[in-house]
């Protein structure tokens, strides 16, 4: 599905059924502030198409967001003064995407924010790192 969903949030703020603060916009891109920000500055990076994640998002589109996070970052870092840039993006609900409207997140990061990297759970067993590695490489 690539055209604009009734019921999708940021289907709604690209039609402007929605207010945003809007960062940039172009042809296939939309770029608005985080209403909730990990930290002030923290920005979404927008297909302006419907796509629900990196899955069945066309490759050119994420390129062209990926180019527009990467303009952002150095913006974002000038303008807040940030330390460091995180960039995200959350795939399905175990993932952790609550809007289901594919985005990256480029969050401002600062040596005291106080937000940690996720931890390893464990080191992996004799022979399961080659096992997965396998699996992976079979449908790649
Ligand atoms: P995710 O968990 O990756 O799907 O992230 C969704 C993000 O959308 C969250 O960080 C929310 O704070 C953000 N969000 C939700 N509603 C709005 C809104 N109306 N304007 C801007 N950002 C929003
Ligand atoms: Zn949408």
């Known amino acids: 599905m690539n055209t604009h969903m009734p019921d999708c949030l940021f289907c ?20 608005f502030l985080d209403i909730n920000p ?15 994640n990196i899955y069945t998002t066309p490759t050119k589109i994420l390129c062209e967001m990926m ?8 913006a974002i870092k000038t303008a807040t003064k940030a330390d460091g840039i995180n960039i995200e993006m959350n795939n399905e609900k175990a993932a952790g995407q609550l809007v289901s409207h594919a985005h990256l997140h480029v969050v401002p990061r600062f040596g005291d ?16 790192m080659q096992e997965v590695a396998d699996k992976i490489i079979r449908v790649f």
Request: proline share 5%; aromatic share 10%; net charge neutral.
């Open 67 to 74: 180019e527009i996070a990467k303009q952002l970052s150095i």
């Open 12 to 31: 709604k703020i690209i039609k402007r059924e929605i207010p945003s603060t809007k960062i940039y916009e172009d042809r296939n891109i939309f770029v």
């Open 113 to 128: 924010d106080g937000f940690t990297h996720w931890h390893g759970k464990r080191p992996y067993n004799e022979g399961e």
């Open 38 to 52: 990990v930290n002030i500055g923290h920005t979404l990076v927008v297909p302006k198409d419907h796509w629900e």
